[in-house]
């Protein structure tokens, strides 16, 4: 693909193509999705420079993306740009015109994707530019991910990296010829700007638009064979012991031994490779590759949560750090990464028994269920990195975040009593949590000046060390601490709050219900798994289509906190479908209420009909009809901070196949497998999640039944004694002796356990076999973890 790279910086005669300079708040490379400022293009471009402003209009008309749902299109509803939405409308215009396409693609709460609305699309020059010449059309990319992989997958492969806001030119039958991230609006001395880019793809489309067709075929034709995904001649999977060394050898070279993590930065949390090690760990206990997975994963966990990527005033993490040391985030915050966190923190829990764990996964869901929950039980998608510092002032990144010494001094002026030395609350919070006079945020990590003399709050030492500082009580000091954090979280309610991305997408949506329902159960916190019934709820209400069977992708907040769809609704996506499934497994888990598994296998049957490639094996992203006429038909390869729809539908066939028996569940786990079998040989680090789910494939599955009355003391003490024990490969089946349940319907081998004396009594059964009957709940917490 190096010739299409040289092609583009050649056709807009560039001074040269592929490499663009990273932005300030660099985002990740494309195996760890990267929902940053990543500045990659098919121009070199700096940090970002500031370009004209836009012309001053005496009242700003609305385009037609003032009719859309989205925030994110909303929040471009009044550029001066004849803004299409994605369809069938545009594309039309397109071909009637001959026009290229100029699509841009962002989401609400992206950084960069402000700068450039502000830069570049707010501008009057500029916006005459993309509505004269071309035809332009906002997508956000959490509506239509399958547009957003499509054309990421282009600009991937012709530029240096990829990364939002993603612009494209397209031909009017939608083939890519040029893209790049972002752009800003004027030339540099190393660089060109948005307008030249604009007034050059207009020159080549006069002049050399056959040129621009035929070598956009031949693009789109390579990138068709090289994202290919079959089964081909293969039979089987590879060897999971094999892809499991390699997987794990792979990460132990890229591990930071100090701060955790595996990159040096930017830093991204990725949960996938966190699951992944402590699997690991699990199936290699005694060996010293075991004990580095367990203690890479709870290590990296344990900085992560010490450092400023985690908000310890109001709880749940950050985006991602910018620097090694997990101490300056990206700001914003995503629900996606609060659900998977919420799980790692709780398996570290479980594996550790260390409080400190689940502390964290409660103050997740504590952060979620404040300011990401919608009153009727569903969850929002994000909020934003930038807020004004003052109200009236331009929005600035991590402004609502962030302290100066002075402000902390005001607010805790109160003296500690039993001090070696004058001391106060202030002064104690500071010392612990690393703020300075002149601010711990590096000049090379705030390359605009907007956070001089601010500080992010990072745990610089262990309680014990603090308080011996001070000659004081380990339990004095962590009573202190917490009443000073509470008393700056109060005074934060005051500044102008991120912008909330309302929107709710089923996929992440099942994330959260999973979130919910797993650390519910592991913790034995009925509230929590409330939580999660309400999330499933609120998605068999408002994101479910009865007569279809089908899921929907989005609704929204509308006025008064109702719930709104788009007309036509934004069908759901292979994404949605997996995590959602996984989600009601969970939750059946966690509550033994078995309509949440009956609707789990309804949802996999739909999944099957609508995404299942049954000619070369797993899942595409996208439906075939609402993908028509986008270039390529993917499927997802890559586990990064979501995990692949593929990898985790691997897992939920497994345990589908283990709460019924049906043997179409397990050859369609061989099948996929089989077909990602290429890649995970190439590079198993890519696929975490589906190298564990082609472990799980290739050992046995327990089937822990517990026979009792759900409601009973006796079934709740041996359900609680699974909860508490980390077994990742597993199905947990309540058998309440009623023959004409859906379970036993199932699983007819359910009717023959009995309860022993009357009491509530665990089975664990493997091929086909089952154990003693056992009553005792710590008999079974041995046979379970020996």
Request: charged share 20%.
């Amino acid at each position: 693909m190096l010739g299409a790279r040289a092609w583009l910086g050649s056709v807009l005669l560039l001074p040269r193509a592929g490499v663009g300079l990273a932005a300030s708040r660099r985002g990740s490379s494309s195996r760890d999705k990267d929902r940053s400022a990543t500045v990659s293009s098919s121009v070199p471009m700096p940090a970002g420079g500031k370009g004209s402003h836009p012309s001053s209009t005496p009242q700003r008309v609305p385009n037609r993306l003032i009719h859309e749902k989205s925030p994110y299109l909303l929040q471009h509803a009044y550029n001066p740009v004849d803004w299409y939405p994605w369809g069938q409308e545009a594309f039309d215009k397109a071909r009637k015109e001959n026009k290229p396409i100029f699509l841009s693609v962002g989401y609400s709460t992206c950084h960069w994707c402000h700068m450039m609305e502000e830069e570049s699309f707010q501008n009057e020059e500029i916006g005459r530019l993309l509505s004269e010449d071309f035809v332009s059309v906002k997508v956000d990319r959490e509506e239509r991910p399958d547009v957003d992989k499509v054309y990421m997958t282009f600009v991937q492969a012709t530029s240096s990296g990829g990364g939002w806001p993603m612009n494209v030119w397209l031909t009017p039958n939608l083939q890519p010829f040029v893209g790049g991230t972002y752009f800003p609006p004027e030339d540099g001395l190393t660089r060109v700007g948005f307008r030249t880019v604009l007034l050059r793809i207009r020159e080549q489309w006069k002049q050399n638009k056959n040129t621009l067709l035929e070598n956009s075929q031949r693009v789109t034709t390579a990138l068709l064979a090289r994202s290919e995904i079959s089964m081909g001649d293969r039979q089987l999977p590879p060897s999971a012991a094999t892809m499991n060394n390699r997987c794990f050898q792979q990460l132990n070279e890229g591990y930071d031994e100090e701060y955790g993590g595996f990159a040096e930065a930017p830093k991204f949390p990725t949960p996938v490779i966190l699951s992944f090690l402590f699997s690991y760990w699990l199936s290699h206990q005694l060996t010293q590759d075991g004990s580095r997975a367990q203690q890479m994963a709870l290590h990296t966990l344990k900085m992560m949560a010490n450092g400023g990527i985690r908000d310890h005033v109001g709880q749940g993490f950050h985006r991602y750090s910018t620097d090694c040391q997990w101490h300056v985030p990206h700001f914003e915050k995503m629900l996606y990464d609060q659900a998977q966190l919420a799980v790692a923190y709780s398996q570290a829990f479980q594996i550790s028994g260390d409080e400190f764990y689940s502390d964290v996964a409660k103050g997740i869901l504590q952060y979620v269920a404040r300011s990401l929950s919608h009153r009727s039980g569903g969850f929002y998608s994000a909020e934003d990195a930038d807020s004004p510092p003052e109200r009236g002032m331009r929005p600035k990144e991590g402004a609502y975040y962030v302290w100066t010494v002075k402000e902390v001094q005001q607010l805790l002026p109160e003296p500690v009593l039993g001090a070696t030395e004058p001391l106060t609350s202030g002064q104690l919070l500071m010392k612990h949590y690393g703020l300075t006079e002149a601010g711990n945020i590096s000049p090379s990590q705030d390359p605009k000046g907007e956070l001089q003399g601010q500080n992010v709050l990072t745990v610089r030492y262990s309680l014990e060390l603090t308080a011996a500082r001070f000659g004081l009580d380990v339990e004095a000091v962590r009573t202190l601490l917490n009443t000073g954090l509470e008393k700056l979280f109060q005074a934060r309610k005051h500044r102008p709050k991120p912008h909330l991305d309302s929107k709710m997408l089923a996929a992440w949506n099942g994330l959260m219900v999973s979130g919910y329902a797993v650390t519910g159960a592991v913790l034995g916190q009925d509230r929590l798994i409330n939580y999660a019934t309400n999330g499933a709820k609120f998605l068999k209400r408002h994101m479910f289509d009865v007569a279809s069977g089908r899921l929907m992708r989005t609704c929204y907040t509308g006025s008064g906190g109702t719930v709104e769809h788009s007309n036509p609704p934004c069908w759901g996506f292979l994404e949605d479908y997996a995590f959602v499934v996984r989600g009601l497994l969970d939750l059946y888990e966690a509550s033994q209420e078995s309509a949440w598994l009956e609707w789990a296998l309804r949802l996999q049957d739909t999944q099957d009909r609508l995404f299942w490639d049954s000619q070369g094996g797993g899942y595409f992203c996208n439906e075939a009809e609402l993908g028509a006429g986008l270039p390529l038909r993917l499927k997802d390869d890559q586990d990064g901070a979501e995990p692949s729809a593929n990898s985790v539908s691997a897992h939920n066939l497994l345990r589908l196949h283990g709460f019924t028996g049906h043997k179409d569940w397990m050859d369609k786990c061989v099948c996929l497998l089989t077909a990602f079998s290429e890649r995970m040989r190439r590079v198993p680090v890519a696929l975490p999640e589906m190298v564990r789910a082609l472990s799980a494939q290739q050992q046995t599955l327990k089937q822990i039944v517990i026979c009792g009355d759900r409601q009973a003391k006796d079934t709740k003490a041996l359900v609680q004694c699974v909860h508490s024990v980390y077994i990742p490969n597993k199905v947990l089946i309540l058998a309440d002796g009623d023959p004409s349940s859906f379970l036993s319907r199932q699983l007819p081998f359910l009717s023959t356990l009995r309860r022993l004396e009357d009491q509530a009594t665990a089975y664990v059964c493997e091929n086909q076999a089952c154990s003693m009957p056992i009553t005792d709940p710590c008999e079974l917490r041995k046979l379970l973890h020996p």
